[in-house]
């Protein structure tokens, strides 16, 4: 039940955080708990192991939350809701080679998933090539 309710209004079964002091409070923990949320810290002193996150949170805080001051809570939701249809909508990404997030979803809706880069996973395509070094 708790999955489907999750599913519906679009919780994730977990989130990923860092240590810090917005993520390690109780508020979040209780929150968290009663929406069947799942906090998983990653290793302190580690943020490669959330790049992703990192990088966002970094362009979200430069771009949008450095740039507004908020007058209330409607105001800081639909600044942010205005940067975030902005940036998945709008702005060129240079990491999907100047597309927007949304168009990339768009042209690779389908596409065939990409050869593991790791020797040890499974692909189950039967046509992939397996290279080997010759010494």
């Avoid at 430069?62 to 940067?83: G, M, P, Q, S």
Wanted: hydrophobic share 35%; net charge neutral; aromatic share 8%.
């Amino acid at each position: 039940m708790l999955d489907r309710l999750q599913a519906a209004i679009g919780l994730p079964q977990t989130i990923v955080v860092d240590n810090g002091p917005e993520f390690a409070g109780r508020t979040l923990d209780a929150w968290a708990y009663a929406h069947g949320v799942a906090l998983r810290f990653i290793r302190p002193g580690k943020p490669i192991e959330n790049a992703y996150v990192e990088s966002f949170n970094r362009k979200f805080r430069d771009k949008c939350l450095n740039e507004h001051w908020f007058v209330n809570l409607v105001d800081a939701k639909d600044t942010t809701e205005r940067w975030r249809v902005d940036y998945t909508t709008v702005r060129p990404h240079s990491s999907l080679n100047g597309a927007t997030p949304e168009q990339f979803a768009r042209i690779t809706e389908g596409a065939r998933r990409l050869t593991p880069a790791r020797p040890d996973e499974k692909d189950e395509d039967p046509k992939t090539e397996v290279l080997t070094l010759s010494v």
